[in-house]
């Protein structure tokens, strides 16, 4: 079956220090990739995707990247966080659609990230 | 901009009655739309989508309803069940690109 994976649940960093979020996925190889957040009282925000190694494309210009180093590995960056880079950061995966029409979206259980 | 809108935040069902959660969207090219349920500290849980060629699917309690000329779909439960409380997502989208998501409307089934 396919499980997506992230870590850690929680995190609570200071302002200025980097970042790193890692999901995984197993049971599916070549899957679109994507991180959203989620900001207090809002829906989620689309960060970034990926249809394969080494692509990314990126919805928001902000202080935070992201890299496809393995198929199935996803990971969110920063190099000094911002007070508003604060929320709930989620990973999703979904199967190409070249695989039979539109596939939906299946969510990670997120991060919660707080920054002081 | 918000392309696609749950114009209520909150929404309070009896236990056993209907409950019917909305959403609107204004990007004509969206041509797959889903929903989602959420509780806190989760990520949200897939549980239906509709295709933009269906007006309707329908999947054990949950039915979606598309209505392509008025940009708007609608989830319907019935019956509804405590466990159904929960923050529910209405998303569209198509292709590779990522979905767009709405607010979010708090289900609360009481008993």
């Known amino acids: 079956s396919q499980t997506i994976h992230q870590w850690p649940a929680t995190l609570v960093q200071p302002v200025g220090s980097p970042l790193s979020l890692e999901c995984t996925v197993e049971g599916t190889s070549n899957p679109n990739l994507y991180w959203y957040r989620q900001a207090a009282g809002r829906g989620l925000q689309l960060l970034f995707y990926?249809?394969?190694?080494?692509?990314i494309s990126s919805e928001v210009p902000q202080n935070l990247s992201a890299s496809r180093p393995q198929d199935r590995q996803f990971i969110l960056s920063s190099k000094k966080l911002l007070l508003s880079d604060s929320g709930f950061y989620l990973c999703?995966?979904?199967?190409?659609?070249?695989?039979?029409?539109?596939?939906?979206?299946?969510f990670g259980d997120g991060t919660r990230l707080s920054i002081l | 901009d918000q392309q696609v809108k749950q114009n209520s935040p909150s929404l309070s069902v009896q236990e056993g009655r209907i409950s019917i959660l909305n959403c609107d969207y204004t990007?004509?090219?969206?041509?797959?739309f889903l929903w989602y349920k959420k509780y806190p500290a989760e990520g949200p849980t897939f549980l239906i989508s509709i295709s933009s060629i269906k007006d309707k699917n329908e999947d054990g309690r949950f039915t979606v309803f598309l209505n392509k000329s008025a940009k708007h779909l609608s989830l319907h439960i019935v019956p509804s069940q405590p466990g159904d409380s929960a923050v529910y997502f209405c998303a569209a989208g198509g292709g590779a690109d990522g979905l767009t998501f709405g607010k979010g409307t708090h289900l609360i089934i009481q008993p």
């Open positions: 999703a995966f979904n199967r190409d659609r070249g695989q039979g029409g539109n596939q939906p979206q299946h």
């Open positions: 990007n004509s090219m969206f041509d797959y």
């Open positions: 990926s249809v394969g190694i080494g692509q």
